[in-house]
């Protein structure tokens, strides 16, 4: 459904205005951002819980500050906006069976080495990269809250990343 938008476009687009009538085409539109693929983890009262994400972000270097935005309709919401502590682990090419292990009636950490880090926040091992995190602030932002974190240790390794792209995963390849 194309509607009628006061823009300029070519003949090949599809323009539109985002609403509730045109969700599948602004799901569309977004999905044509690649991102990276990362699961954050944090501790909870009844043990170590992890959720995969894409929507993490780099905010600041000086401090250095993250971003990441669990949607409100999660089921693991409350667990992450009232941790004090999280990590972010980006993923590698070869990791996707580890992010399908954080969605939705995965595995979680059933079976998974992990281990705990200082502010007892479960971190994965050979993860990419890993962002270990004290909450900063959070800020409303619709169905999702954009929860930023303050760095307090970083690591990483060599390797592709892991990349979501038109409800897919992949890899990046450069030419």
């Not at 909450?135 to 990343?161: F, K, N, Q, W, Y």
Request: glycine share 8%.
């Amino acid at each position: 459904m194309t509607i009628s938008a006061d823009t300029t476009h070519t003949p090949s687009e599809n323009v539109f205005i985002p609403d509730a009538s045109t969700a599948r085409h602004y799901r569309t539109a977004l999905g044509a951002f690649t991102t990276g693929v990362t699961v954050v983890t944090a501790r909870t009262p009844a043990g170590p819980i992890g959720m995969t994400v894409n929507s993490f972000t780099s905010v600041s270097l000086d401090p250095p500050l993250v971003l990441w935005s669990p949607a409100k309709s999660s089921s693991r919401y409350a667990a992450f906006t009232t941790a004090s502590h999280f990590a972010v682990h980006v993923l590698s090419a070869e990791q996707n069976p580890l992010s399908a292990r954080f969605t939705r009636g995965g595995l979680g950490f059933d079976g998974l080495d992990w281990l705990e880090n200082l502010e007892g926040v479960p971190v994965i091992p050979g993860t990419l990269a890993r962002f270990e995190c004290e909450l900063s602030s959070m800020h409303d932002a619709g169905d999702h809250t954009l929860i930023l974190g303050r760095v307090l240790r970083a690591a990483h390794r060599e390797g592709d990343p892991l990349c979501f792209s038109r409800g897919a995963f992949g890899r990046f390849q450069s030419h």
